[in-house]
């Protein structure tokens, strides 16, 4: 997996998640690649509540 934070040009910050060979994890554990998109999606989803202040 790679990540990548830039700056974006409204001066806020842009990031880049780019999941590799999940062709591999999907054959070894298919129950559990079912799951990678909406586990980063909440992942990514608290930490922008975290960086703007909403979560406790």
């Known amino acids: ?3 990548a934070l830039r700056e ?3 001066g806020g910050t842009t990031l ?3 999941r590799e060979r999940l062709d591999v994890l999907a054959a070894a554990l298919p129950h ?3 799951k ?3 586990g980063w999606a ?3 989803t608290k930490l922008a509540g975290i960086l703007a202040g ?3």
């Open 8 to 10: 974006a040009p409204s």
């Open 16 to 18: 880049t998640l780019v």
């Open 54 to 56: 909403d979560a406790p």
């Open 32 to 34: 559990v690649a079912a």
């Open 42 to 44: 909440d992942a990514v």
């Open 36 to 38: 990678v998109e909406s």
């Open 1 to 3: 997996m790679t990540i």
